[in-house]
T-cell receptor
């Protein structure tokens, strides 16, 4: 079946602009995650959704970052007033989230964000 | 907090060599442990996992054993191939938490 998809695959923006990154999880997966992969920081957790609610936002680096999920499916990560340090690959993952079992997270191909 | 420490790379080996990539972790309780692989130009893929002490995860000739006493989850393969060239990430998922905590990644290059 279809895997996790993300769009755009590449985004180049100017410092100070807002950007939106989209994630389409695997159908039926109730849990959705955003991570960031950058040279200096490695792979970092940003936010986790269970359905449409976000019980763990602990990884969002500043209030310029926000995310939402609608209909228990598609999620959008928004970065306002982008800075050069926001340049990274943004990864989305989804999982079935069955209570009592260890979930496997399936990752999308990522969106490479470059802030000039 | 929870953390994962991986063997520093890059690692370069010849085809058919034995591979070990070390991974140790710090976590409260008993986390689940994972190895993910990122092939050139591709996304992260789960390679193997183990959910409790002494479990052995295996896939594609790779193996890793969950060692609680040494808090380790070292990745091994008996005979590597050029197609194994990739970046390997060790990760943990703490009990009661949903997020994955990753090591810094180890770039592996296999020469023919």
């Amino acid at each position: 079946g279809a895997g996790v998809s993300q769009s755009p695959s590449n985004k180049v923006t100017e410092k100070g602009k807002d950007v939106e990154l989209r994630c389409d999880p695997i159908s039926g997966h109730t849990a959705l995650y955003w991570y960031r992969q950058s040279l200096g920081q490695g792979l970092e957790f940003l936010i986790y959704f269970q359905g449409n609610s976000a019980p763990d936002k602990s990884g969002l680096p500043s209030d310029r970052f926000s995310a939402e999920r609608t209909g228990g499916s598609v999620s959008t990560l928004t970065i306002q007033r982008t800075q050069q340090e926001d340049s990274a690959v943004y990864l989305c993952a989804s999982s079935l989230s069955i209570a009592g079992l260890t979930d496997t997270q399936y990752f999308g191909p990522g969106t490479r964000l470059t802030v000039l | 907090g929870d953390s994962v420490t991986q063997m520093e790379g890059p690692v370069t080996l010849s085809e058919e060599a034995f591979l070990t990539i070390n991974c140790t972790y710090t976590a409260t309780g008993y986390p689940s442990l994972f190895w993910y692989v990122q092939y050139p130009g591709e996304g992260l893929q789960l390679l193997l996992k183990a959910t409790k002490a002494d479990d052995k995860g295996s896939n594609k000739g790779f193996e890793a054993t969950y060692r609680k006493e040494t808090t380790s989850f070292h990745l091994e393969k008996g005979s590597v191939q050029v197609s194994d060239s990739a970046v390997y990430f060790c990760a943990l998922n703490a009990r009661g938490a949903q997020k994955l905590v990753f090591g810094q990644g180890t770039r592996l290059t296999i020469n023919p």
